[in-house]
T-cell receptor, first 113, second 110 residues
Framework: NAGVMQNPRHLVRRRGQEARLRCSPM?????VYWYRQLPEEGLKFMVY????????ESGMPKERFSAEFPKEGPSILRIQQVVRGDSAAYFC???????????FGQGTRLTVV | RKEVEQDPGPFNVPEGATVAFNCTYS??????FFWYRQDCRKEPKLLMS???SGNEDGRFTAQLNRASQYISLLIRDSKLSDSATYLC???????????FGTGTRLTIIP
């Protein structure tokens, strides 16, 4: 059973471009969470999704950021018109319906130049 | 006031020693508590959940004091492989919307 898979591992974007980060949860996991870790800071919750539903997006910036978890395929975190301040490590985690333990992917390190 | 406060360290501890970390939290509605470890530039990994009765897993012991709103982690007989950043984590329910501390950096010295 593969772990939580995130891709790409590293992503470089110029200011104003779009960034798409993908997360495939562990098999059997229906809950997906996205977190952001700025340099020298703790992880900050962004959004919690279940299949085709956004459950809690209270940590998402109001503009430029969106997330989805379609019926088929990975969860996508999309950042439009990236700015330097978006440079961070973005971690995805998944948990089973019983919500026992959340497993984290290896993260996507986004660098905006 | 931060939701979760941890001493950032670094703690430089000789191999074989015992080391303890504390963490305080401000949200009295928090229900679930965890310690995670994060190696440099890697993902966080669950070390152990923390219960009011206290719990032990090998060399690791975690305690929760709800009245004083703090959590502790004790590592006995420390190994070089224990070198990492230890994250205090809590939530209002299960694994939903985890709140992370900024972590305590531990280095075990041979």
């Amino acid at each position: 059973n593969a772990g939580v898979m995130q891709n790409p591992r590293h992503l470089v974007r110029r200011r104003g471009q779009e960034a798409r980060l993908r997360c495939s949860p562990m098999k059997g996991h229906s809950h997906v969470y996205w977190y952001r870790q700025l340099p020298e800071e703790g992880l900050k919750f962004m959004v919690y999704l279940q299949k085709e539903n956004i459950i809690d997006e209270s940590g998402m910036p109001k503009e430029r950021f969106s997330a989805e978890f379609p019926k088929e395929g990975p969860s996508i975190l999309r950042i439009q018109q990236v700015v330097r301040g978006d440079s961070a490590a973005y971690f995805c985690a998944s948990s089973p319906p019983s919500n026992t333990e959340a497993f984290f992917g290896q993260g996507t390190r986004l660098t905006v130049v | 006031r931060k939701e979760v406060e941890q001493d950032p360290g670094p703690f430089n501890v000789p191999e074989g020693a015992t080391v303890a970390f504390n963490c305080t939290y401000s949200n009295s509605a928090s229900q679930s508590f965890f310690w995670y470890r994060q190696d440099c530039r890697k993902e966080p990994k669950l070390l152990m959940s923390v219960y009011s009765s206290g719990n032990e897993d090998g060399r690791f012991t975690a305690q929760l004091n709800r009245a004083s709103q703090y959590i502790s982690l004790l590592i006995r007989d420390s190994k070089l492989s224990d070198s990492a950043t230890y994250l205090c984590v809590l939530s209002n329910f299960g694994n939903e919307k985890l709140t992370f501390g900024t972590g305590t950096r531990l280095t075990i010295i041979p």
